[in-house]
């Protein structure tokens, strides 16, 4: 295998995988080159305006070795090799689109997909989520020291510039919050927003590469409830509290409910806390899955849904989906 640097080295949190490999400048045009068919080498480097023969040949060979392409050997005189674009790979370009939507948002302006701000801002996201910052920064501002309470399995320094690469691609911020004298820190809307660019990586890795990135998991699905589900927004007159629940899955553990305890005052979504299992009049409840379909398409027929006031939970889960670009 030709080993790219874009390319984790071991295993990463669900949805990493993908996302490391699209950091990379040539992988989205090497894929979205053969959409119209299959290509012999020589073409594809035509259509890429001439980029490096053996930077090329080694990012095919690493896409081919993901199974994202598939080499053609075709008969003739002289034999021709072709690469043709698999079902994996149109998976990736599924998620190359919701990147590159994703960077469109950016608060400093659009940013090009396959640039090096480009590259920054994916590899900063996928540091963040990995080491479980982006998560911990969801659930209320921290100050490095506190993070660093927080998170056990990272170093101090390791800590310290993943922030640093977060704060550079306006992923965190400095927080607003009064009375702390250590200086905290919160996720941005745009960091917000990386939510489905996150789900649709972890659901791709899940349906095409489960043999090298570990799955979503009930966790995960935590994270993106406490990242997005504040940027939901309901009719004025919606107001009340729901539960947003993950289900476990068959052969694990579901005594710990992992979940999200929502308020909504007049169509804002005012609390959005990890749950401790209290009960609420309302609820959506389901497996990874079903979570992952109704954040990435709002279809909230995929879930259970009950209680006294089903539309408000309802409202949350479409508003959810809304609010991701």
Known sequence: MNVDSTLPQARVR????????????????????????????????ER???????????QVGNLRDLGALERHVRS????????ELTDT?????AVADAVEA????????????????????????????????????AARPLSLTELDNVISEISYPAIERRLSAMRAAKQVEASLQDGNPAKPYEVTKWAR??????????RCECEHLAEAADPLTRIDVEAAFLLATPLASLPA?????CLLAVSADD?????????????????????????????????????????????????????????EDVGLVRGVVEGIHSALP
């Open 89 to 93: 790979g149109y998976g990736i370009l």
């Open 237 to 241: 007159n919606a107001s009340g509290a």
């Open 14 to 45: 669900a949805g990493g995988t993908v996302l490391s490999l699209l950091a990379g400048p040539l992988c989205a045009p090497i894929l979205r080159a053969h959409l119209d068919g299959p290509l012999r080498l020589p073409d594809l480097r």
């Open 102 to 137: 994703w960077l469109e948002r950016a608060p400093q302006g659009p940013i090009a997909f396959g640039s090096e701000p480009a590259k920054g801002a994916i590899r900063a996201l996928v540091a963040g989520w990995d080491s479980t910052m982006l998560r911990a920064l």
């Open 193 to 202: 927003q990386a939510v489905r660019p996150l789900v649709a990586a972890g």
């Open 76 to 83: 003739g005189m002289p034999y021709t090799v072709e690469n």
């Open 251 to 307: 052969g694990e553990d579901g005594s710990r409910l992992v979940g999200v305890d929502v308020e909504v005052e007049r169509g804002e979504v005012v609390t959005c806390s990890a749950s401790v299992g209290t009960e609420s009049r309302s609820w959506a409840k389901g497996p990874v899955e079903s979570w992952t379909t109704a954040i990435l398409k709002g279809a909230s027929s995929s879930l259970e849904l009950g209680g």
């Open 48 to 58: 890429l305006g001439g980029a490096a023969q053996t930077t090329l040949r080694g």
